[in-house]
Structures are given as C-alpha cells and as structure tokens.
Nanobody
Framework: QVHLVESGGGLVQAGGSLRLSCAAS????????MGWYRQTPGKQREQVAT???????NYPDSVKGRFTISRDNAKNTVYLQMNSLKPEDTAVYYC????????????WGQGTQVTVSS
C-alpha cells in the first residue's frame, strides 16, 4: 500500500506560480512512477506530468515549458512547479503513484484545488 498526501494548492492570478507537493509513505520502494493529474467538473482526469523511478519525465503539450515535475528521494516527495499559470489550469490536482506488477496498480492522493484567476 502507498499513501499520498498533497499540499500547495490555492488561488493565484494568471501568470503566477504555485508549487504542489506530494508526500508518499508506505511501500514506497515498490513505486515505479509518480505523477500529477488534474480534473475539472464533467471532464476526464488528465495527465499533467509524470516521472519514473529512473528519472524520465513526460508532459502533455498543454503544460510543456511551464510545469516541471521533480522529486526528493530523501523526503519521499514529488513536486510540481507550475509557472505562467493560465485560467484553464484551474482544476483539482491529484498525485498518483504507480506500481508496475502484472499490470499497473494506481494510488491516488485526496486532491488539491488550484484556481487561477484572470
């Protein structure tokens, strides 16, 4: 089992920055990848950034160049630095951890609200 706790959401003006944190506990040595996803009402949850245990990162075009995912292995924490925020970035952001076993097992945090005002 993996337990994830997010923090760092809030209200920011367009063009501003926020940093989200996700602290992992439990079976952290079994985690193969971590990432951030976001969701707005009526829409599917979408990937924002991922980082593998080997350090490979991936971003969709919508956030590439503005968002950066990083990790601090000593603190078992993953961060999402969000710069040049836009109103369309407003969403609930969820931390995700994956175990790649026979298939993929996903763990989710409780979510943190990010609101970008225009």
């Amino acid at each position: 089992q993996v337990h994830l706790v997010e923090s760092g959401g809030g209200l920011v003006q367009a063009g501003g920055s926020l940093r989200l944190s996700c602290a992992a506990s439990g079976s952290i040595n079994s985690i193969n990848a971590m990432g951030w996803y976001r969701q707005t009402p009526g829409k599917q949850r979408e990937q924002v950034a991922t980082i593998t245990s080997g350090g490979s990162t991936n971003y969709p075009d919508s956030v590439k160049g503005r968002f950066t995912i990083s990790r601090d292995n000593a603190k078992n924490t993953v961060y999402l630095q969000m710069n040049s925020l836009k109103p369309e970035d407003t969403a609930v952001y969820y931390c995700n951890a994956q175990q790649w076993l026979a298939g993929t097992k996903d763990y989710w945090g409780q979510g943190t609200q990010v609101t970008v005002s225009s």
